[in-house]
């Protein structure tokens, strides 16, 4: 290789300058820091918190380290963002679909839903969801049981808790039939390849997922039972439930908001997707007769999935970040917990902030891999 | 003729160098803040974003209250006109990093005094312009008339990034009692979580719950009660390292609170300048050299007294008048049985 100058001259200098711009905001924060008395490190992270979160995956209390806090906030965020994804793509494939459904009523539905939601500020959506939404629910005491054991409620939605006797033998079978189903998916397959012959693997599998749980119950001892919430009162007008499980308003106004605005974006995705896919592979497959269901899986999907995964990624990343809006709501996420009360309470600004932007970075980045990884394994496989 | 002027010339550098010498000496005396403060021509001043009797905004955008009085002192000890004040609203979370970014100058946000806020991030707390503890506001319909009354499972709402949250859990963990905390970033929205019922308690400053509960849909419903969890010593901040600016904002609080020991207000300012007593005289300027040190004039303390008036009169107007906190409590003289005490202006 023979390099020249005036090939490899700008590149260097631009290489120089991002140096120098870090260097110079680096300096600077250090000399300002230094000035104001403020010291610069992580060891806060191992001190106790001394503050307590509303709603907590892992066991926490104010005991805990700061990094245990950080840790929860974490994963309350990854919580609603996956309820958030999970919902928002499950919406969105339905309303995208529907929009160019021959049917005019569901057609101008789904329309008229994608473009109310998505024209509105998320944060005003979170506020409705919250404030206004929350005001409409019941107090504890005057709810209605919603199929006799669950209660929707101004201070959350409580469900019953489910008690399990040897859970993991229910687990194992629930891992073998899934294993058993993806082994006569391939075998099933190869025969329709080799023979042509079509084997019900739909029906079968669907009898297995059923059947070897049920067995679990019947002859491998395992039982559920259900703890039911229970009113208590705590003064005269003040009444909580107790036992089961309880889900705080606040997860549900976010993560209900989330995915109602993600889920229109991802609709147009689908739109674009299936709309992308030409008109000529419907009809030809068609004419090999195939029916309009096998059109869809088997000829329009796998085509249309190529154009609808790279923009819906952008959509799950836009979700994941979006989800540092819950501050406005209290819902204690990474950016309530952490980039909040503990950068309050120790003052630690520059350190917590970097910490949570490469937290926020690493997610990203992660669901980008993963779906960089699903977008290639869908693409067309050159041969 | 040549061979003078080059005495001449050298004279006139001497005498250059010195005088440079000097001036500089003089303006090193003045802090960087001030010096900033003055050229800018306001006072840069942080405070809430609407606590009504501490910093309040109406529907003009004029600011008022007690906190928003410390700035208005000190905008009237160094510029002449307790209207050069530009205010910013912060939020808790937001409120020591604008200080010490450089963004305002004076942080006056009802903002408790503790060792770890003084020591640890670069603030130095100047004085304390009102005494508060921490209380629990409920509905008078739950029956609740202590806090002995609490059980477990109670929901508590409240703001983050306030000494508020560790209370809390102290006094609940003192008690054995289970709590749901549920923060809030911003007031008003703890206000609406609690005014729908979202939960059972309202916690923060006891002088904050009374002004929130005048925005309550209906503020008869809800009571304060009687315990106080806590001390809360609210005051002015600024950034560590300019002490001569942290003297000059102490001592503008300090003169509110002497002038109304020694009856100086803002109607008889004026006519103190000729009291028989050396210690009015000093506070509106009439005497003593107060305001050298700050590198002032010698009117500045009256400046703030005509302008601004005492502390007495800032309480009245700010939170007596408005029906917040009508009984003054320990934010009361030391001399008429309060904690209010100054050191003096000498």
Not at chain 1, 66 to 92: H, K, P, Q, W
Not at chain 1, 127 to 139: E, I, N, S, T, V
Not at chain 1, 203 to 214: E, N, R, Y
Not at chain 2, 191 to 212: E, F, H, I, N, P
Request: with cysteine; aromatic share 10%; net charge neutral.
């Amino acid at each position: 290789m023979n390099f020249k100058l005036k090939d490899i001259g700008p590149q260097l200098i631009t290489v120089l300058a991002v140096v120098l711009v870090f260097g110079f905001f680096t300096y600077n924060a250090q000399v300002n820091m230094e000035n104001r008395g403020i010291d610069f490190g992580y060891g806060f992270l191992s001190q106790e918190s001394s503050f307590d979160v509303q709603f907590s995956l892992i066991e926490y209390d104010g005991s805990h380290s700061y990094f245990r806090a950080y840790l929860v906030g974490l994963l309350n965020t990854i919580l609603v963002s996956v309820i958030g994804i999970v919902i928002a793509t499950i919406l969105g494939v339905i309303v995208g679909i529907a929009r160019l459904s021959p049917n005019y009523l569901i057609n101008k539905f789904a329309a008229f839903y994608v473009e109310f939601f998505r024209n509105i500020p998320l944060l005003l959506q979170i506020f409705f969801w919250y404030f206004a939404a929350l005001r409409a629910l019941p107090l504890p005491q005057d709810a209605e049981p919603m199929f006799g054991v669950s209660y929707l409620t101004i201070k959350g939605l409580y469900v019953p808790a489910f008690i399990w006797q040897n859970y993991n033998i229910f687990f194992y079978s629930v891992v073998a039939a899934v294993i058993a189903i993806i082994v006569i998916r391939t075998y099933a397959k190869k025969v329709q390849e080799n023979q042509g012959k079509q084997t019900p693997v739909l029906l079968i599998s669907i009898g297995l997922i059923l059947i070897l749980p049920l067995l679990s119950f019947l002859i491998g001892g395992v039982r559920l039972s259900f703890e039911v919430p229970v009113l208590k009162q705590l003064a005269t007008t003040s009444f909580i439930y107790e036992g089961g499980v309880s889900l705080p308003p606040e997860l549900i106004a976010l993560a209900l908001s989330l995915s109602l605005y993600t889920a229109t974006f991802i609709a147009e995705c689908v739109r674009a997707g299936i709309q992308g896919v030409g008109k000529g592979q419907k009809e030809a497959a068609a004419s090999i007769g195939l029916n309009p269901n096998q059109v869809l899986k088997l000829v329009v999907m796998p085509q249309a999935l190529r154009i609808i995964i790279p923009p819906t990624t952008n959509q799950y990343l836009n979700l994941t970040k979006n989800s540092s809006l819950a501050a406005a709501i209290a819902y204690p996420d990474l950016v309530l917990v952490f980039a909040g009360t503990a950068l309050m309470q120790t003052g630690k600004a520059i350190e917590i902030v970097s910490i949570t932007m490469f937290t926020y970075l690493t997610l990203s980045i992660s669901i980008s891999i993963l779906m960089n990884w699903y977008n290639k394994k869908i693409a067309i496989q050159e041969k | 003729m040549f061979k003078y002027l080059k005495q001449l010339t050298s004279l006139v550098a001497m005498v250059a160098v010195l005088f440079t010498f000097t001036t500089e000496t003089m303006a090193a005396k003045k802090s960087k803040t001030l010096k900033n403060t003055q050229k800018k021509g306001f006072v840069r001043c942080g405070v809430s974003q609407g606590l009504p009797g501490f910093s309040n905004a109406d529907a003009a955008g004029n600011w008022t209250g007690v906190d928003v009085d410390v700035c208005r002192a000190v905008a009237a000890a160094v510029l002449g006109d307790a209207n050069k004040v530009k205010f910013t609203p912060l939020s808790a979370k937001e409120r020591f990093t604008a200080l010490t970014s450089g963004e305002i100058d004076i942080l006056s946000r009802n903002t408790t005094w503790t060792l770890s806020r003084d020591a640890d991030i670069g603030l130095t707390f100047v004085g304390v312009n009102f005494y508060d503890g921490q209380g629990f506001m409920v509905r008078k319909s739950s029956g609740i008339t202590s806090t002995s009354q609490f059980k477990d499972g109670i929901s508590a709402c409240t703001n983050i990034g306030t000494t508020t949250e560790l209370n809390m859990r102290d006094f609940f963990n003192s008690k054995g009692i289970s709590y749901e905390p549920v923060a809030f970033e911003k007031a008003d929205e703890v206000v609406a979580a609690y005014d729908a019922g979202r939960c059972d308690t309202y916690t923060t400053d006891k002088s904050g719950l009374a002004a929130q509960r005048t925005k309550m849909s209906n503020p008869d419903e809800h009571i304060v009660l009687p315990e106080t969890i806590s001390k809360e010593p609210l005051g002015p901040v600024v950034r560590q390292g300019d002490s001569v600016w942290e003297d000059i904002v102490r001592w503008s609080l300090n003169t509110m609170i002497e002038a109304e020991e020694l009856g100086i207000t803002s109607a008889n300012a004026d006519s103190m300048k000729t009291s028989d007593n050396p210690a009015v005289k000093r506070l509106v300027g009439a005497e003593g050299e107060l305001g050298a040190a700050f590198g002032l004039d010698n009117e500045w303390n009256l400046r703030i007294i005509k302008q601004v008036g005492n502390y007495g009169e800032s309480y009245k107007r700010n939170i007596a008048d408005t029906g917040i906190l009508p009984d003054r409590g320990p934010n009361e003289l030391w001399t008429k049985g309060g904690i209010l005490y100054v050191p003096p202006s000498r």
